[in-house]
């Protein structure tokens, strides 16, 4: 991760103490980061013959992808790879992003695809869904207008946070409170602060007052306006105010509070942790936060932990894998329902880039959509804030960013855009449930159609029925589900504007069991239905009969390809030749009212009226019968004829 700031000043500082307890030159560069020597040191072990392990190697590949050596670099991770499982999940998202710089992107994908089996489901969705907007295929939102601010300073200038009607940033700016440290040249991290001036140029900058004097990191400030109080970064001291080091001398960052009065305490403090970039939503009452936790994805991770009035009530909850990586995550900032952050995942644009992902009613997260050329660029863009303009015009908002054309190592850009940023998506999600057992149905596919009926994306369920289908905004689409053996099912759904609020998540869809619908009678499989009877001596329809067909014009949505024969008999009471009339206009009656109903001809074959020649007990002519067991002959049946075809 290039970021020539916070993090890596943070480290070198580190390192400082530890640094004698490495024996190799290549080592001591390379954890010093100072990375071109790093690279010297271990090229002249291996011209030299020493020894140098699959720890060292991938050193020198770190350091050929930090130093822009993508082509050297790609070359030492592919070959460990193959060969060794040594490699961690962040380092083989370096190996990626080396392919896709070394513009062999087709080659990145055909590599993914092998190892898909190692990856995160979510992880492959986003890769494909990221890869085809930045192909140009798909727009990825209304355009940025950034504005470099021509304020920022030689040095480092990060994290941009709102207070009130003034912005905060982080700066390693020389002041007389901070100390110097010889391999970055700069300061510790501090927070100044800044008047926001016409156009978003900042005047007026100077150090933010309302902080505690320590000689070591303070960064990344948010303000919480619920609170009245700023969360920010620093480094752990002890208390005469020196560094505190955990028992293998390391030190890390805390994230800290100021609160009103002014007095100052740990919120998230761990002398083997580090925590980065606070971010506390007033609503929720969650504090937000990236961090590198053994239980994480990759590099640091985005978590999030319960506060009451900022005091932590919970262990720290991972956003999982739709949000976090095999690559570093930093950054959470949460706007309008929308999360924004900074990831340097090999799909996007360069290092650091910029994301944003809707949160889903049910609290899940839809794909983080990459914002695209001109926000992100091939360096690190990092650290984004967004809120509406003030002359109620879209948005305005900040970030870092260390391309090319700054003043100094990081530099803070301003930024106008005419609409929420980000393209735009669908989401469904639900489960394919049983309308028997209301359980998940394993192995349906469910699809997503475009308005000609052309699938779009496509879905298997798993063993709990579960699905979701995230595709970029369309006017209309339709849902389909289907599984052999099982009723389909299919909608459509129309918005007329990208603005307007689709609610697809939960949306639960019932399937049917071809066997649950059907039975056995007098040999032939037919639909299984209550008994109806038309009135005596009449075919008209009423509502006993159309309660029942009413479940017939369901199975065949349900079962589109079904093929039926109506049967209707009647008893023998009455002459033959009048039951076979008066049979056969209840057969058509049934088929009228289906087909005007909506079924369409193909699915009704013939309709047919048998009267009283197939009686199914002894109440023939001349036999006296109770009036039930004439009824028994009474009946309207739906033969499946396709049944097996159906049913392979």
């Known amino acids: 991760m290039q970021l020539r700031s916070f993090i890596l000043f943070f480290l070198i500082a580190c390192f400082a103490v530890t640094a004698q307890d490495l024996k190799d030159d290549g080592d001591k560069y390379f954890y010093g980061y100072a990375y071109a020597d790093a690279i010297k040191a271990y090229e002249k072990q291996m011209q030299q013959g020493e020894i140098i392990s699959n720890h060292q190697l991938l050193n020198l590949a770190d350091s050929y992808f930090k130093t822009g050596d993508y082509q050297s670099a790609a070359k030492i991770y592919l070959d460990i790879n193959k060969r060794d499982s040594i490699m961690s999940d962040n380092r083989f998202n370096k190996m990626l992003q080396s392919l896709a710089k070394t513009s062999e992107p087709q080659r990145v994908r055909a590599f993914l695809k092998s190892k898909s089996d190692r990856m995160t489901n979510e992880l492959m969705e986003n890769a494909t869904f990221n890869f085809e907007i930045l192909e140009g295929n798909t727009n990825t939102g209304p355009d940025f207008n950034i504005v470099n601010l021509n304020t920022n300073s030689p040095q480092t200038d990060i994290s941009p946070a709102f207070y009130k009607d003034k912005l905060l940033f982080s700066t390693s700016r020389k002041s007389n409170s901070k100390q110097i440290y010889g391999p970055s040249g700069e300061s510790y991290l501090d927070i100044f602060e800044a008047n926001i001036g016409q156009g978003g140029v900042l005047t007026n900058q100077s150090s933010f007052k309302r902080?505690?004097?320590?000689?070591?990191h303070k960064a990344t400030p948010f303000y919480s306006e619920g609170l009245n109080s700023i969360f920010y970064v620093s480094s752990n001291v002890d208390k005469d105010g020196d560094l505190a080091f955990d028992s293998k001398r390391k030190n890390s960052l805390a994230i800290g509070l100021i609160d009103a009065s002014g007095s100052f305490r740990y919120v998230l403090k761990d002398l083997s942790t580090s925590f980065y970039y606070p971010f506390y939503d007033d609503g929720s009452g969650k504090l937000y936060f990236?961090?590198?936790?053994?239980?994480?994805?990759?590099?640091?991770?985005?978590?999030?932990?319960?506060?009451?009035?900022?005091?932590?009530?919970?262990?720290?909850?991972?956003?999982?894998?739709r949000i976090n990586t095999p690559g570093n995550e930093i950054a959470p900032f949460i706007q309008d329902n929308s999360l924004y952050f900074s990831s340097d995942i090999f799909y996007g644009l360069g290092g650091m880039d910029i994301y944003k992902s809707n949160i889903q009613p049910d609290n899940s997260f839809s794909i983080p959509v990459n914002l695209g050329p001109g926000i992100n660029s091939q360096a690190d863009d990092f650290g984004m804030i967004i809120r509406p303009d003030d002359q109620g015009e879209g948005f305005k908002g900040y970030f870092a960013s260390n391309r090319a054309g700054g003043v100094g190592n990081d530099d803070i850009y301003g930024f106008k855009v005419a609409g929420?940023?980000?393209l735009k998506t669908l989401v469904f999600q639900g489960a394919v449930v049983s309308s028997k057992t209301n359980l998940g149905v394993a192995d349906v596919s469910v699809k997503l159609l475009d308005a000609e009926r052309n699938p779009i994306k496509e879905v298997i369920t798993g063993p709990d029925g579960a699905y979701r289908l995230e595709i970029p905004w369309r006017e209309q689409v339709a849902l389909e589900a289907t599984k052999p053996k099982h009723s389909m099912y299919f909608k459509t759904?129309?918005?007329?504007s990208p603005d307007n609020s689709l609610e697809t998540s939960n949306m639960n869809i019932e399937m049917s069991f071809l066997n649950d619908i059907v039975e056995e009678k007098e040999n032939k499989t037919v639909l299984k239905l209550d008994n109806f009877f038309f009135g005596n001596g009449k075919s008209s329809m009423n509502p006993e009969v159309a309660k029942e067909l009413i479940k017939v014009i369901g199975i065949i949505e349900q079962f589109p390809e079904i093929r039926l024969r109506i049967e209707t008999h009647t008893s023998s009471k009455g002459r033959d030749s009048s039951n076979k009339r008066l049979s056969q206009a209840r057969a058509d009656a049934i088929r009228?009212?289906?087909l005007k109903n909506g079924v369409p001809k193909s699915n009704i074959e013939t309709a047919i009226g048998y009267g009283e020649t197939q009686i199914v007990n002894n109440c023939k002519n001349g036999v006296y019968c109770l009036d039930f067991l004439h009824d028994q002959n009474r009946r309207?049946?739906?033969?499946?004829?396709?049944?097996?075809?159906?049913?392979?």
């Open 636 to 648: 309207s049946l739906f033969v499946v004829l396709n049944f097996d075809e159906l049913n392979e």
């Open 493 to 496: 759904f129309e918005q007329s």
């Open 592 to 594: 009228s009212y289906l």
């Open 290 to 321: 990236a961090a590198n936790f053994d239980d994480g994805y990759g590099g640091t991770d985005i978590y999030y932990v319960f506060t009451n009035e900022a005091q932590v009530m919970s262990e720290p909850v991972n956003l999982g894998p």
């Open 420 to 422: 929420k940023p980000g």
């Open 211 to 216: 902080m505690p004097k320590v000689d070591y």
